[in-house]
């Protein structure tokens, strides 16, 4: 998948999760904070230029959103985006710059959403400013069609794809019916409702109390015999089984409906 993707292990499937907007809230006020005493601190160093040779903050602007803008191109090279940052302080003066302004991406801050760019100077008289930046990322992503229930095993005609804000997402989405097909719902799902992670599972193969049949194998050679399921478990997934003749509880994986791998 392309940058932003990452596994969801209860699926196996390529989902994209995305920071959110109002959980970055309290970390962009901090940066905030931060961005007002660092102003304060620049200003008064600055306070004996001139008029003249001062830095433009168009030109910090610029560079804070174009910088922004191919990061966000980078994780989302699909997307349709749009970039803001915040003015800068008016009373912020800062020497004007020799050479060519440098972006950075402050700590971990996020590609899109609510982020903070560093912006700063090497030479003459060298200074750092911190410029927020909020970017908006729409691109074609999954919603049901019609409003589902609770356990429903969703087909490729139950989804539609519909442009969102991905920037407001921030429990992660689909952009292929192919990721959800065959997933089961774990809770009633409204029209237009965006799909996430944990809103699905993959299908049980086997259930607590089936009788179950055990196949272990070494060197070529597989053994069957039966057991009791004690727990629920997809394709993959491990469960433990009570062998029926030895009541000897043993750990596998699940290979099929009704079947149990275990080792030796």
Not at 13 to 28: E, F, N, W
Not at 101 to 113: D, H, I, K
Not at 241 to 247: A, E, I, L, W
């Amino acid at each position: 998948m392309r940058g932003g993707d990452v596994k969801s292990p209860a699926f196996g499937a390529a989902v994209r999760r995305l920071p959110r907007r109002d959980h970055d809230a309290p970390r962009h006020g901090v940066w905030r904070k931060r961005i007002r005493c660092a102003v304060m601190m620049l200003a008064v160093c600055a306070g004996g230029v001139q008029a003249g040779e001062l830095e433009s903050h168009a030109r910090i602007g610029a560079t804070a959103r174009q910088y922004a803008l191919d990061q966000a191109r980078q994780a989302l090279p699909e997307a349709r985006l749009h970039v803001e940052a915040s003015p800068l302080d008016t009373r912020l003066s800062l020497a004007r710059c020799g050479a060519e302004l440098e972006a950075f991406r402050a700590n971990s801050m996020p590609a899109v959403g609510n982020t903070v760019v560093g912006v700063r100077c090497t030479a003459p008289k060298p200074w750092t400013v911190y410029v927020p930046v909020t970017v908006d990322a729409r691109i074609r992503i999954l919603v049901v069609g019609r409003t589902l229930p609770r356990a429903a095993t969703l087909q490729t005609s139950d989804v539609r794809l519909v442009s969102r804000n991905v920037a407001r997402l921030p429990y992660g989405y689909y952009t292929d019916a192919a990721q959800v097909a065959g997933q089961v719902l774990t809770r009633q799902v409204l029209a237009d409702q965006v799909l996430t992670p944990t809103m699905l599972r993959r299908p049980l193969l086997v259930h607590r109390g089936q009788t179950v049949s055990i196949v272990s194998g070494l060197a070529g050679v597989s053994v069957s015999t039966q057991g009791v399921a004690l727990g629920d478990a997809p394709r993959n997934g491990r469960v433990k089984v009570r062998n029926t003749r030895s009541r000897r509880v043993v750990e596998g994986v699940v290979i099929a409906p009704g079947q149990v791998q275990v080792q030796g």
